[in-house]
């Protein structure tokens, strides 16, 4: 007993020395939680570009990015609700616009930073669609398009089709994505024949044929961004933006097929 006694009081000797080095190395440690970062909702067109461009920025800045891809109408019901957004980058103007009447983001912020391409993307070269008008064939089955309601990519492909006199004839062939990253995944899995999308989730090494519709067939797919006002770190969010309307990510934005 008079062993483990001496032996407990000689480690209560060091203890304190013990919890002093484990908070020095709790503190000489980056603490990864405490880096900067920003949270962005970003349409779902922006995938594979804004992935790009989010490297570059946190490379440039030191600032990490977390994009939350999806519909453009879900995401601003999402900042209407309170979601910890700290920039929305959409698919359109009109739902930027909106928020701004609803004071839900920064007006000053706010721009125009792409002009997006609509493409029918036909991935397996047998399917017999070599125009548009060929998906009224009956060897056409199955066509995917975003959610016209909620996706400004669906909207247009539904503007193209009844600019050219074929939503009658398609209408019941349409398969209906959540976004237009899940239509051209409808279509890159081989559930449906082709896919209206964007030309910068199909670019130059996807398999198919892309062929891409006139914007005289469609309103223009203007892209918009904005700092949401509930933001906690607005000088950071306002670096972002600055960065996305920037020389540097024109170029690259314009590599991917924007405008």
């Given at each position: 007993?008079?062993?483990k006694?001496?032996?407990?009081?000689?480690?209560?000797?060091?203890?304190?020395?013990?919890?002093?080095?484990?908070?020095?190395?709790?503190g000489?440690?980056?603490n990864?939680?405490a880096?900067?970062?920003?949270?962005?909702?970003t349409?779902?067109?922006?995938?594979?570009?804004f992935?790009?461009l989010?490297q570059?920025?946190?490379?440039q800045?030191?600032i990490?990015?977390?994009?939350?891809f999806?519909?453009?109408?879900?995401l601003?019901?999402?900042i209407?609700?309170?979601?910890?957004?700290?920039v929305?980058?959409?698919a359109?103007?009109e739902h930027?616009?909106?928020?701004?009447?609803?004071n839900l983001i920064i007006?000053s912020t706010r721009a125009?930073y792409a002009r997006?391409?609509?493409v029918?993307w036909v991935p397996?070269?047998r399917v017999?669609?070599?125009?548009?008008?060929?998906?009224?064939r009956p060897g056409?089955?199955h066509i995917?398009?975003?959610?016209p309601?909620?996706?400004?990519?669906?909207r247009?492909a539904v503007?193209?089709?009844h600019?050219?006199?074929?939503?009658?004839?398609?209408?019941?062939?349409i398969v209906?994505?959540?976004?237009?990253?899940t239509?051209?995944?409808y279509?890159?899995?081989?559930n449906v024949?082709a896919?209206?999308?964007?030309?910068?989730?199909?670019n130059d090494?996807?398999?198919g044929?892309k062929?891409?519709?006139p914007?005289?067939?469609h309103?223009?797919?203007?892209?918009?961004i904005?700092v949401?006002?509930?933001?906690?770190?607005p000088?950071?969010a306002r670096?972002?933006v600055?960065f996305i309307?920037?020389?540097?990510?024109?170029?690259?934005?314009r590599r991917y097929?924007?405008?």
């Open positions: 007993m008079n062993w006694y001496g032996q407990n009081r000689g480690m209560s000797r060091y203890f304190p020395l013990l919890l002093a080095l484990v908070a020095a190395g709790c000489g440690r980056p990864a939680s880096r900067l970062e920003l949270n962005v909702a349409a779902a067109n922006l995938t594979k570009v992935a790009e989010g570059t920025f946190e490379q800045t030191g990490h990015v977390t994009f939350s999806g519909a453009t109408t879900q601003a019901q999402q209407e609700h309170g979601a910890p957004f700290d929305f980058a959409a359109d103007t930027i616009d909106e928020l701004a009447r609803k007006p125009i997006g391409k609509l029918l397996d070269e017999p669609v070599e125009r548009l008008e060929d998906l009224a056409v089955k995917a398009i975003a959610n309601q909620l996706a400004p990519y669906g247009a503007e193209t089709l600019a050219l006199h074929l939503w009658d004839a398609v209408q019941p062939k209906y994505g959540q976004n237009i990253s239509a051209t995944q279509a890159a899995t081989g024949d896919a209206f999308t964007a030309l910068a989730l199909v090494k996807t398999r044929r062929i891409e519709i914007e005289s067939l309103a223009p797919i203007d892209q918009a904005a949401v006002r509930s933001t906690s770190k000088d950071q670096k972002f600055e309307t920037g020389a540097q990510a024109r170029g690259v934005l097929g924007y405008e």
